[in-house]
């Protein structure tokens, strides 16, 4: 069922948070909300679990409208960050009790009556075999009669996530799920929620502030920022083609370098060194460069797009190794050029620092004097003042497959 | 380490000697002969030869009686109290609305009131409601001086339920009462267990509404049979120490039956901390 926002707004006062933000998601697809803390992803996924109110705007579950409905008519499944376990009740009762609540009559409320009617519904055939069923597939059928303070971090999100899938709803809403557990188990869960996505189906909307995840998981990612949509496209997309200088940063280990250039027809100026773009390259449009044909522009590219050679080889950047990290499959080296800036954030922060992957174990020493050749294959450019891209890698090359981007974990 | 546990478990000797001490002196005394009781040197041994002090005590009053009133009295104020402090600690705890603060502030300040000040008003209010008089109307009047209490004691941890427990039950499809019923309860279990034992106190040891509003003998509670035996010229100290040993026993056990349920941790396993 796809999942739709028309221009939702979200305001706590004067205080908009969520900025007329505007996403559609079809069949299946796994829907990632990106974006730093505070940035309004969580609002977002709260919103349309209907755990917070749209202040203006419409959400669409499979073409109904469903911001007006209350969280239980929404068909939706909500697995939280803390897990939000019902710490006096067992595992098996944890997850059957989104069942026992479809049955739920009002004498259920009275004391011990209640208690017997909701015992035997969790004991009913239908419902045994279900959360059983659920249980198996989670491995937790060990622990189906025991308390969630007895279970480990990992038993908990999937008693977590065996309380949403129990129900077969619509959608899996998830707000950072994983966030609690440790690396290991972490990577573990990310690849059981993936599996999990492709057995069930359904729409997955995943909240989450790793790009690891974000990458790994989604078919398609929202990156947020300050309550506002930055882009919204598949991973590759939003690796290969970055919106702005924002997402350029935010996404990649370690982030986009962005070096202060001058486009100009087919070149591009770098300090003193003037390079040749590739024929099929899209560049800015004669009409934006404003005045002639020049345009003052961020050079954008990944660490893997940047060689160290000897100093002044060819057109060469000359700079000094500042750092070198080894990773194992690779080394990252910190390059200080001379005479050219680069960013160092999305705030107009200026710095004159590059980082270079190159691989294998690098015997670079530090302050030693290197050149920097830029690889004008896989590149953005985006507009001085607007931060907007503006060209790149051709957009034939891209479609064509190219090279793919790698994502490297820094650790 | 070693040291530490044995001063601390002096400390707690030495405490439990003087919450107990009075309780004891008590059996001591009603279990002393009228001859021996104003001794130079105080007899600290119960002499059994006297139990029979405590047969009498049942067999001379109406022991037995004031104690079946005074538990209905207790148990009354404790059960209803309970039911109707749940929703409106909820309501503090949880929900906005205006004057909220206003009306948490009111409830702290009925509790500035001392109960003889209420006698008269309630007094004319319990005689328009044909309430004078009753068990009934005593429970309402106590329970009306416990509610304010266990109400922000309820509030207090319900304060600490976290809300994403709750947010889980709503998208699982609980109502509001529902919620309130089948997940913040268990939750604070332990403290209502504490607050049961605030109200029960409450309504067991009181005395002013208790002697005003109950003329008929056979409704007399304990504490004001107790207060009877102390006469003008003469008080019987032993019978007075036994009904005051028997009286004080109820809300001992009481207090031990509730208390394995106020245990900590209640929440523990829910959330990630």
Known sequence: MA???????????????????????????????????????????????????????????????????????????????????????????????????????????????????????????????????????????????????????????????????????????????????????????????????????????????????????????????????????????????????????????????????????????????????????????????????????????????????????????????????????????????????????????????????????????????????????????????????????????????GRVGTIRTAS | MKHNSTARTLAVLVLLGVAAFPLYWMLVTSLTPSERLFDDTPNLLPTLSQIGTYAAAFTETSLRQWLVNSLIVAVGTTVLSILLSVLPAYALSRLTFNGKLLLGFALFMTQMLPEAMLVVPLYDIFTKLSLLNTLLGLILANTAFTVPVVTWILKGAIDGVPSEIEEAARVDGCSRLGIVLAVVVPLIAPTLAAAAVIAFFHGWNEYVFAQTFISDDALRTASVGLASFVGELSTPVHTVMAVGFIYTLPAVVFYLFVQRYVVAGMTTGGVKG
């Open chain 1, 3 to 401: 999942i739709k926002l028309q221009n939702v707004t979200k305001s706590f006062g004067s205080l908009t948070v969520i900025d007329n933000v505007s996403l559609e998601a079809g069949d299946d697809e796994f829907l990632v909300l990106l974006g730093p803390s505070g940035c309004g992803k969580s609002t977002i996924l709260r919103m349309i679990a209907g755990l917070e109110t749209v202040t203006s705007g419409e959400i669409h579950l499979g073409g109904k409208r469903v911001d007006e409905l209350p969280p239980s008519d929404r068909d939706m499944a909500f697995v939280f960050q803390s897990y939000a376990l019902y710490p006096h009740m067992t595992v098996r009762r944890n997850i059957a009790f989104p069942l026992i609540m479809r049955q739920f009559r009002w004498w259920f409320h009275i004391p011990f009556i209640g208690d017997y009617f909701k015992r035997r519904i969790e004991n009913s055939p239908e419902v045994r075999e279900l959360v059983e069923r659920t249980a198996d597939t989670l491995a937790l059928t060990k622990v189906l009669d025991r308390h969630p303070r007895t279970l480990s971090g990992g038993q908990r999100q999937r008693v977590a996530l065996g309380r949403a899938m129990v129900r077969e709803p619509s959608a899996f809403l998830m707000d950072e799920p994983l966030s609690n557990l440790d690396a290991k188990l972490r990577t573990a869960m990310r690849a059981e929620i993936t599996q999990l996505h492709q057995r069930v189906g359904g729409n997955f909307v995943y909240v989450t502030h790793d790009q690891i995840e974000a990458m790994t998981m989604g078919t398609r990612i929202a990156l947020m920022r300050d309550g506002h949509l930055q882009q919204y496209g598949t991973p590759r997309e939003i690796y290969e083609k970055p919106a702005n200088t924002y997402v350029a940063r935010f996404i990649g280990t370690p982030p986009m370098n962005l070096i202060d250039a001058e486009v100009e027809g087919m070149t591009v100026r770098i300090g003193n060194s003037v390079l040749p773009l590739p024929d099929k390259a899209e560049r800015p449009g004669a009409e934006r460069a404003g005045g002639g044909s020049r345009m003052k522009v961020w050079l954008g590219l990944r660490p893997g797009a940047l060689a160290v050679v000897p100093p002044g080889q060819g057109k060469s950047l000359p700079g000094t190794v500042t750092l070198v990290e080894h990773v194992g499959a690779e080394s990252l080296i910190s390059v200080k050029l001379s005479g050219v800036h680069t960013a160092h954030d999305d705030d107009g922060g200026l710095t004159d620092e590059v980082m270079v992957s190159v691989p294998g174990y690098s015997e670079l020493r530090v302050g030693e004097a290197v050149g920097i050749d830029c690889l004008l294959k896989d590149f953005s450019l985006f507009e001085k003042d607007s931060g907007l891209r503006v060209g790149g890698r051709a957009a034939e090359d891209f479609l064509a497959g």
